[in-house]
């Protein structure tokens, strides 16, 4: 029997395959997490990633048809709502940032959805869901990103599954803290961009995109280490903080690598768009959350190890290291 065929004699389809088997590290080769290596693990691990994409979907397909839901959704004029009037009033005889955001909100729009409506309840169930659930599809993909990054073996399915049963709570509690942060930061930069200019809004405003790059940061750092040690909630905070300027070169060049992702992959979409070939349009869904998030994996994960489990594994003590009893630290090799 060939070995490139299955005991029904049909060559197994390698495509999308999480038992496919990548290239190996060849023995020698400079495995120093570098631009080059980068590359080069990225080619070895990229068909994996696509399988990890697919899963990393229902990450956005909630927020994305809540958002369709919400443009195509029954409106009303503005004119005709009911806070239009006394919205505008209020901002005609004083000002106020309290009142801009409001005009904003609801009656600085040509419609306004109506509520209490069964798509209003489609978009709530849906956010509901995208909470509950974000922190824990964030452990199980993160795990399995981890695992890509320092060459461990990986089965996307069982991992995926394995990681969320081992921090069932953690993952929920972390996954609530994460969307409530991300809200508020939203609200706020909202609030301060329709906010009339003055000397404290410009300073809130600049203050808060800086807060938000801030959490974006570590944001690489914490699910990593909550899959990785057992330690409280408060603890992977604070060394997410300290990491985010230990590691600020890394951190850096995972943000540019994201960037120009994101840009040619806007300027693929507008490109399509203006020659009218509407299918490629979905190619970037197919890989954009998954090579993003290997991107920041890969940035992230040799601080974390120089700074947790090096010191370890020298024989020094630490203070910020504990290793789950059933996930035990990598040897080097």
């Known amino acids: 029997m060939a070995k490139s065929k299955n005991q029904s004699g049909k060559k197994r389809l390698r495509l999308l395959d999480p038992m496919r088997d990548g290239p190996g590290v060849e023995k020698g080769e400079d495995t120093t997490p570098n631009l080059k290596f980068f590359f080069v693990s990225l080619k070895r691990k990229f068909w994996k990633l696509i399988t990890l994409n697919l899963i990393m979907l229902v990450q956005i397909i909630p927020l994305l048809i809540c958002a369709y839901a919400r443009l195509a959704g029954p409106s009303t004029p503005t004119q005709y709502y009911p806070l239009y009037a006394p919205l505008l009033g209020a901002q005609t005889a004083l000002p106020t940032s309290a009142g801009t955001t409001l005009f904003n909100l609801f009656s600085g729009l040509f419609s306004v959805p109506i509520y209490n409506t069964p798509v209003t309840w489609i978009i709530g169930g849906l956010l509901l869901f995208h909470v509950v659930t974000y922190g824990w599809q964030k452990v199980g993909c993160t795990y399995i990103l981890r695992n890509l990054v320092r060459g461990d073996g990986v089965f996307i399915i069982s991992d995926f599954f394995y990681a969320i049963r081992r921090n069932l709570k953690q993952g929920f509690f972390m996954g609530l803290l994460d969307c409530f942060i991300i809200f508020m930061l939203g609200f706020d930069f909202a609030y ?50 300290i990491f985010t300027a230990l590691g600020i070169k890394r951190n850096l060049m995972a943000i540019l690598g994201i960037v120009v992702m994101a840009a040619l992959s806007v300027a693929l979409v507008v490109l399509c768009v203006q020659i009218h070939v509407y299918g490629i349009i979905i190619v970037p869904f197919l890989f954009f959350l998954a ?43």
């Open 192 to 241: 301060f961009y329709g906010a009339p200019a003055s000397g404290l809004t410009n300073f809130m405003y600049v203050m808060i995109i800086a807060l938000a790059i801030l959490w974006l940061i570590m944001r690489f750092y914490i699910y990593l280490m909550l899959v990785t040690f057992d330690m409280k909630i408060f603890k992977i905070l604070k060394n997410a903080l």
């Open 291 to 333: 090579i993003a998030a290997f991107m920041y994996t890969y940035a992230a994960w040799p601080v974390i190890q120089r700074y947790m489990i090096d010191p370890v594994d020298g024989g020094k003590n630490t203070q910020v290291h504990e290793p789950a009893p059933e996930d035990s630290i990598p040897e080097e090799t």
